[in-house]
């Protein structure tokens, strides 16, 4: 008795977390279609419009690149993940990438001339999943996340990936529950196992 219940909790469990974590495992499974395949027609984006925008910041110098990221954002008014801040002190001026779903902003900032050029361009409905998919990723780390819904999208992508290995346990489990599906159940997990191991060895032999 106690164990059908346990293997009732599981199928339940095993089921919620499922559909709870369905939307984010679509965006993963749509947007590496669009990683692996870069040449099928996902979209062009629009052309940039460019608007130039009056901006002081004061001595750069000593400010961090986050801080004068978000300054200059605040003065030109664009919202969104600061991708890096280049500094090109030679020439005075700064270049800063902003991503957000949708659009790709380009900012060039003149220090000597007191303006900055803000160059927008709206992209497809799949390069928006393709942003989410590597978001917030590897690269410049001490700056990532600094747009708030891209530091609640990391949470969220953590607990997609700990619902997926529940999936994975609980299906285990529920597998080994039910007698008359181990036969077929053992010819998937050699299935399975068999291609992560050619996989593995392709990689390190």
Known sequence: MAGRSLRGWMRDLHLYVGIA????????????????HPGWAWGAPRP?????????LGDTTQASSLALGREVLRQTGVS????????EPEKNRL???????GDKITI???????????????????????FLHKMPGPHVVDLRGNWLPVALWRWFADATALGVLF????GLYLWAALGAERRTGVLCLVAGLGVFGLLVAGIVL
């Open 95 to 101: 270049e800063i990438p902003v991503q957000r779903p």
């Open 108 to 130: 060039k900032v003149d220090l000597a001339a007191g303006r900055a050029i803000v160059s927008h361009e709206r992209t497809s409905f799949w390069s928006r999943l393709v």
């Open 167 to 170: 999936l994975t346990a609980t």
């Open 21 to 36: 974590a369905s939307p984010l495992v679509i965006v993963y499974a749509l947007s590496t279609f669009v990683l692996n």
């Open 48 to 56: 940039a419009a460019d608007r130039s925008v009056a901006i002081s």
């Open 80 to 87: 969104g993940e600061i991708m890096f801040v280049r500094r």
